[in-house]
């Protein structure tokens, strides 16, 4: 069974920078679409960043280009979400997932989010 484990969140002025890490076990799949999702109270979850563990492709939403960057571990199985120059709008709980069953359209899989899920890690961002 795929357990997923973050760790990371917190609070932060704007401005601020935090890292959010996701370690996976239970998995063999070695490629395959793994991400963070974010979830605000009041708006629906959305799809922040993916990654493909078999080559590093990357999807990122527009609200977090150029400020967010997913990346993976050279063991596969720990995805990290570097967010720098957080906003106050990036409040939320953040969700680390695996697609199930594996797939290697990440881009289309952060709208839908179809798998695995971690139990979230909350962020906080004040202006």
């Known amino acids: 069974q795929v357990q997923l484990v973050e760790s990371g969140g917190g609070s932060v002025q704007a401005g601020g920078s935090l890292r959010l890490s996701c370690a996976a076990s239970g998995y063999t799949y070695s490629a395959n679409c793994m991400g963070w999702f974010r979830q605000a109270p009041g708006k629906e979850r959305e799809g922040v960043a993916t990654i493909y563990t078999s080559g590093g492709m990357t999807y990122y939403a527009d609200s977090v280009k150029g400020r967010f960057t997913i990346s993976q571990d050279n063991g596969k199985n720990t995805v990290n979400l570097q967010m720098n120059s957080l906003k106050p709008e990036d409040t939320a709980m953040y969700y680390c997932?695996?697609?199930?069953?594996?797939?290697?359209?990440?881009?289309?899989?952060?709208?839908?989010?179809?798998?695995?899920w971690g139990q979230g890690t909350q962020v906080t961002v004040s202006s």
């Open positions: 997932a695996i697609a199930l069953p594996p797939r290697s359209d990440c881009g289309t899989w952060a709208r839908y989010g179809s798998g695995s």
